[in-house]
């Protein structure tokens, strides 16, 4: 089992940076991918970016690559994401996923959920 706990979500206005961190736990976190979803309302969970478990691939949806990046370090068993330049439409409930097999892309077939944090962007 994975818990994940995310943070660092919050208000920022329009152009500002954030940086969200994922808490992992729990048996073998340092040899499971990660990555990170958000999700509006009304909307479909959205695959951001995604990292491979030793941090030597990085995977990135067009929407957000050049401005969002995510790293990860081991040690201590936690993944960031870092995002730049944001934009009234990244507002939304962003979530920390993890997964034992294969890279987090596509939400449904994800194995481990954090809980979430909101992200929002003011004009």
């Known amino acids: 089992q994975v818990q994940l706990v995310e943070s660092g979500g919050g208000l920022v206005q329009a152009g500002g940076s954030l940086r969200l961190s994922c808490a992992a736990s729990?048996?073998?976190?340092?040899?499971?991918?990660m990555g990170w979803f958000r999700q509006s309302p009304g909307k479909e969970r959205e695959f951001l970016a995604a990292i491979s478990w030793s941090g030597a691939r990085t995977y990135y949806a067009d929407s957000v690559k050049g401005r969002f990046a995510i790293s990860r370090d081991n040690a201590k068993n936690t993944v960031w994401l870092q995002m730049n330049s944001l934009k009234p439409e990244d507002t939304a409930v962003y979530y920390c996923a993890a997964d034992r097999t294969v890279v987090p892309q596509r939400s449904g077939t994800v194995e481990y959920w954090g809980q979430g944090t909101q992200v929002t962007v003011s004009s």
């Open positions: 729990g048996r073998t976190v340092s040899s499971i991918a």
